[in-house]
């Protein structure tokens, strides 16, 4: 496509930032105006320019805004043979690693534990340092131990870094915790960026391979770095400092996973010839809307400067409700969304439902099945978490990774094969002795006669099979999707689902969810140009911890009201927005509450970000008294509504009060 053509479509900020290619780029990207757009423009321009299209990479956050970035850039520079490199942080750190991994102590083959894997090894290894679940659960350990990951806080430093009782014996289990992922040649999530911040430190060839296959590097969502991913951005950019970030702080709300909104308010002291563009004109809010976000989003001192113009006047006006509780508060709104949807040709889809914690929606989700309006809860249980994607994936994992235990212990006796929990511990505690893989510890278990004739022939059966499926997966003329499908017939496994589930309903769901899994591997195979089973797995993995997952995704494309928290909601937009329990303790949090100034910035940025999903209306609620611990309590208005309203406002609000008191 022509460079005239591709820029026609752009407003003068979004023109400038399009074709601003050399040294070091700021685009403040205030919600609704078009950042993507600008980001897919610029690379079909230096593309249109004679840069190889190669040559440039772009990172985001999520698997949905990576898909979406590639799409339509495809769209601009058209199919061909060489694509710019689009993805996620861990995405990027994971193709890093499979080339460069080894001077770190793993093999090439490495695999990437999910989140059920993690929590057995974190419960294995307080188990053998004599640490009990009430001082220390082993959720909160992994909570810690990725927060030092984040931060780039290695074993032999988080002693140091230890604050409290609970954080050192965090301390000592972080040493054995990765010491096991090490055995198994296994990595975690958090490792993905640790790993590769540490390689770029101490191997600067490696560093140096990195940085020479990339002219111009982007990074969208740049507020929601963390420590380790300014790092590798540095890192890979020192050379020829061609670094476009895009973002806005007034959206950088994951400060509790480790993101750090200094990295982009701070972005011109790290690059002190960096140019900055503001992008200002919103194409989604109205501008009652915006004046609200506006006013709310003033009130915080760390910030870029900036103003967002709306180009939709308004149809109606922003509403700021009270009910006397929390159950009219759900019964008054899903009376309105019924009436809109009977008597205005409103469509479900036009309404969300906004919250800050996950036990707010239980009012809603009876009031709107009472009225048999449609719903669905989006970011509830993930695909990757039912039993039986978690089983079938286990499988996949042991045939690709022999030594990966977390895997093999889950299914060693899924379906039944006669090896019973007493031998598998047995093994294992063997296997941890000796450092042997557990087949290893069996056949010297079998040798001792600790285990029965029965038994050991199970185990030797089951270690068989598995070589049989590797052979089937990794050398055969079959598909992956093929080859998955004869596994599932060979392990019987729709017969165990039809014999754990007595409901037809309930059967139904899973087999459809294993023929998903069949579908996810055809997918796969049809994208990639040298389809792997190790390469898919990586993928399924990094897709699991996606902010909206391809469940999420059909179920948003649904005819129905959405129900989401305001951390679910960002970069999704609805014609009719309700944000409700505006109420102090709920938003701002209690937690941020008793905090700090910055604690209450984020969570003033949270409620800019909830007002900002709104394209057409917004209506703002909150109960005078909720119940809390079987009682009803009363509540604060949350702060953020006077912030939001004019001083006119505010004032007629406080006489109706005062009215209504006497």
Sequence with gaps: MQSSKLLSSLNASQRDAATTFSGPLLVLAGAGTGKTRVITTRMALLI?????????LSVTFTNKAAKEMTERCTNLIGRR????????FHSLCVRILREEIEPLGFRQNFTIIDRGDQESMAREVLRSIRVQDSALKPGDLLSIISRWKSAGV?????????????????????????DRLRARNSVDFDDLLLLTD????EYPDALKRQQDRF????????QDTNQLQFRLVQAMVAPHKNLCVVGDDDQSIYAWRGAEVKHILSFQ??????????????????????????????YNRERHRKVLRSTKPAVEPVRFEKFPDEVIEAERIGLEISYLIAKRNCQPSDFAILFRTNEQPRAFESELRRRQI??????????????????????LRVIVQPRDESALLRIINTPARNIGTSTVEKVMQRAILQGDPFFKAAQDATARGDLTPRVSQAITNFEQKIEGWRNRFLRSPQTLAQSFRQLVEELKYRQEVEKLYKEPAQVTTRLES??????ALDDYSRRSAKPSLHQFLDEMTLNDRDEFGSDNKKELERNAVKLLTIHSAKGLEFPRVYLVGMEEGLLPHKRSVEGTRQDIEEERRLAYVAVTRAQESLTMTFAETRRKWGKPRKTIPSRFLFEMRTDQQNDEAMAEEEAAAE
């Design 198 to 201: 540490k390689l770029f430190s």
């Design 374 to 395: 449609p719903y669905v809860i989006l970011g509830s249980q993930s695909f990757y978490d039912r039993k039986e994607v978690r089983d079938l994936l286990a499988y």
């Design 514 to 519: 294993i023929e998903q899994l069949a579908d």
């Design 154 to 178: 290695s074993t032999s430093q988080a002693p140091d870094a230890a604050t409290d009782d609970r954080e050192f014996l965090a301390a000592m289990a972080y040493r054995k915790y990765c």
């Design 215 to 222: 002219d111009y590097v982007q990074i969208d969502e740049y």
């Design 48 to 56: 249109g320019q004679g840069v190889p299209a190669e040559r440039i």
């Design 81 to 88: 043979k060489t694509k710019p490199w689009i993805s996620t």
């Design 269 to 298: 002291t790290h690059f002190p010839t960096a140019k900055v563009v503001r992008l200002e004109d919103n194409y989604r809010c109205t501008d009652e809307i915006l004046n609200v976000a506006n006013r709310l989003v003033s």
